[in-house]
């Protein structure tokens, strides 16, 4: 197909493909004459990746562009697609910064904290630096009520990670870490949605709103 029919089939204008292009982001189409090109199926996959990751998931151009690229290389080691994974969607430490109070809770909930990354603690230390910030505090036990939780998801993400291949792996980890996290926030609303129904009942809901 031509790149006007590859838009008319993604839905994604000729300019944006044009510039993913250039960015390395999509793989030249075969080229039929001076300035004409041929693009197949795997063009219409590519982007549709693409849009995934930069739309749902809220990468930048240059993560999106780390991850396709780990995506055609997959790392040896298990644990280093995570790593790969994680990079895309953590901000990197600042210099200095404290990792203390994660490592203590990492030691109470039995994360090794050898296995974690300084980025991701680094985050959990900035989430909790913004609850108290607020003046915002937890109930007691609330946060290892979430750990327990969280290991469960962790769990089964871990579990269901192909072994077949580091390229199905690959893919499995990085989409699945990428793109599920949205999937797990919207279920996190939903899921506090119906247990404040099923606390306060429905006299303080709008009608088909969820709570106000």
């Known amino acids: 197909m031509r790149i006007s029919q590859l838009a008319a089939a993604t839905g994604v204008p000729v300019a944006t493909i044009k510039y993913y292009r250039r960015e390395k982001l999509l793989h030249d189409g075969v080229l039929t004459a001076a300035t004409q090109a041929h693009y197949d199926d795997s ?6 990746l693409i849009r995934a990751l930069i739309g749902t998931a809220g990468l930048s151009v240059a993560a999106t562009r780390e991850l396709l690229q780990g995506l055609e290389n997959p790392p040896e080691p298990g644990h280093d697609l995570l790593g790969l994974a994680h990079r895309a969607v953590t901000r990197p430490a600042a210099d200095g910064v404290d990792l203390a109070p994660a490592q203590e809770l990492l030691g109470r909930w ?7 990354d300084r980025n991701s603690q680094a985050a959990l230390v900035e989430a909790l630096d913004g609850l108290s910030s607020a003046g915002f505090e937890l109930p007691d036990g609330m946060l290892d009520r979430y750990a327990r939780a969280m290991r469960d998801v962790a769990e089964a993400d871990v579990e269901s990670v192909p072994t077949d291949s580091p ?8 989409l699945g870490t990428v793109l599920v996290e949205p999937v797990l926030l919207a279920m996190r609303r939903l899921a506090q949605q119906s247990a404040s129904f099923e606390r306060f009942g429905a006299a303080t809901l709008g009608q088909g709103a969820g709570p106000v």
């Open 110 to 116: 039995g994360w090794g904290e050898q296995a974690c």
């Open 167 to 174: 390229e199905a792996a690959m893919r499995y980890v990085v």
């Open 43 to 48: 063009h219409v996959r590519r982007l549709k």
